[in-house]
DNA sequence: TCATGTGATTGATAAAGATCAATCACATAT
DNA sequence: ATATGTGATTGATCTTTATCAATCACATGA
């Protein structure tokens, strides 16, 4: 692993009260490797033999059923996933597929686990990521059962453009079809969906939305830090 | 606290790993209170102050958003609730309410961190716990997104059988209405949706459910451990 | 430049789910 | 025994969302 990411996965939250040593030896079982666009790089079901890291590029965490399948979360540079199933020692919940070329560190869950036994900082290190994580999707949970889809657009759209700076004028960062699937709705429902946010000052142009009207949509969208604020 | 519920906190595997001293320190600031039924314990958006213990009775954890509202779990005796918040000393993010005279324990929330932020086991089983927790809330997000009412309501009924002991006929074990917020639709559809199901064999009076062919309401519900196995 | 493919959009229609109003069933209190 | 209240059910209707089919927009490669 090259000096500067292996500073990076150093840098992490989740590693950073591990001595020296210790980081040192839980990363000479791990390896990085690059992945082109589009690869599932984890199956739901699947034992969770690797604690997974983005070092670069983005990952869908997505799940199917009965023919059916949903995208529930992306992972950005730098940050893990599965955490909960390699401390568990249980299958994937989720599938996996890299939405770009992306770069991942993979570290034996055996390892995490073992030092996660001894290593009391780490272990506390990882309470605070999975309250995080434990926080994220419930939620996510309640936007889906107290909000129609409308709403809900609204409400990304309003965290979309604080993240993008709080500008009138911001990108989208994913695929449209994606995006749907992030928020429970079909692609053509979200089509008429941005339509429907026109009366509140919303235009979409392709990827660029521009918030014309900020008050009158979030009067509509009524965000709540409980439910939109990520930092809580 | 009587000496049977203090041996009662005490078997919680959350507790298992203290020394005796530790959890003894742990519980000198906590007190132990009844409550009648649909009192409500926290409210959304408060500080964590306490850590909640249920030891007889149970609750029911809510939300609110613009006038609506949803059931989002139970917890019944020996368990915590509200864990992530205390740990994160961050605001509840569920509301919490007794569904029947119960008794609950409070622990003061900053004891909690701070024997946290000391005892390694201590840590180890809060990771145990939270990893659970967050499984199951990506179990609960996967059952609405990938499922209609009829779905889940069907998975519901069969998760229902198995924990009755997997006979043909069980009782519900709460409410109708509120089984409908828990399944994210609205009690006149829960109805219907019960109706919907008799084509698959399965008659409802009242609590009472029969399960008249398991092969045909498991053919229609397709239950995916991913999902619907609690334990995992 | 032109064909091709993919994602986005639109329209028509169907299905799922919510709402409103009325009635029913059952328990509790008088 | 009768009144009262609450939750459950039913029917009618409306809203929301999904599905299906067609078209559009745009990028890529021959």
New binding site residues.
């Given amino acids: 692993m090259p000096d500067s990411e292996y500073r990076d996965v150093r840098s992490l939250d989740l590693f950073a009260p591990l001595a020296e040593e210790t980081f040192t030896s839980l990363m000479r079982g791990a390896y990085v490797q690059n992945f082109p666009a589009q690869i599932e790089l984890i199956h739901e079901g699947d034992p969770s033999d690797f604690l997974h890291i983005v070092i670069s590029g983005s990952v869908d965490l997505f799940s199917s059923w009965n023919g059916r399948d949903t995208s529930l979360s992306t992972v950005r540079p730098n940050s893990t996933f599965i955490l909960a199933a390699t401390i568990k020692d249980a299958p994937y919940l989720m599938s996996a597929r890299t939405l770009e070329k992306s770069r991942i560190a993979l570290i034996p869950s055996r390892d995490v686990r073992a030092t996660f036994d001894v290593d009391g900082g780490f272990a506390r290190a990882i309470v605070t990521e999975l309250a995080q994580s434990y926080r994220s999707v419930v939620k996510a949970q309640k936007d889906l059962k107290l909000r ?3 709403e809900r657009l609204a409400n990304y759209l309003l965290g979309q453009q604080r993240h993008a700076g709080g500008g009138a004028v911001f990108e989208l960062e994913f ?3 994606r995006l749907a699937s992030v928020l ?9 969906a ?2 429907g946010l026109q009366p509140y000052g919303v235009i ?1 142009t ?1 990827t660029r939305v521009t918030i014309d009207s900020q008050p009158d949509l979030e009067r509509f969208a009524a965000p709540d830090p409980l439910i939109d604020d990520p930092s809580t």
């Fill in positions: 129609t889809s409308l695929e449209k079809r429970g709705m079909t692609p053509e429902n979200l089509s008429r941005f339509r979409v392709g």
